[in-house]
């Protein structure tokens, strides 16, 4: 909630020593300035919300396997709107990623079963995606999946 009074004091106290550099205007528009700033800066993720995934009844089942070492297959919940990659890691569940973008290969993943949407992506061409890549980071669900994980070097052996 945004405060005049100190607007209003500054007004006051150039009406009362007469000077014509007019300081309201100055103030009220720095004011406004940072009101409008704050109403339009981008919300950055918090950790303390991170955890705090609420599972729908409109949400889909998506289990992430990986061949790599003491890995645990995982299965978490992901609203069909929220990407694949954000829903396990506010599940607590780490997978590799990098721009988030669909922009690099380090979330690379195979579609095991399952459908997902992923028309953000900008980096994998028709033939990968024929084949089964998705890029967790761009990627949502339109079904339950299964999906396999940390499979960048495995992209470039493909």
Known sequence: RFDLSYCRILYNETNETNETNNMLPKALSLALLAVSAHGFAPIAPNAATRGMQTSTSLGYTV???????????????????????????????????????????????VL???????SGNIFLDDDKVDKGWL????????????????????????
């Open 63 to 109: 289990t992430l396997t990986s061949d790599k070492e003491g890995w645990v297959d995982q299965t978490i919940e992901c609203p069909p709107n929220v990407f694949i990659l954000d829903a396990a890691e506010q599940q607590g569940v780490i997978t590799p990623y990098s721009c988030r973008a669909g922009a690099c290969s380090s979330c690379a993943s």
């Open 112 to 118: 095991i079963d399952g459908e997902i949407d992923q």
């Open 135 to 158: 890029l967790s980071c761009v990627a949502y669900p339109k079904s339950d999946c299964k999906i396999k994980v940390d499979c960048e070097d495995e992209f470039y052996q493909s």
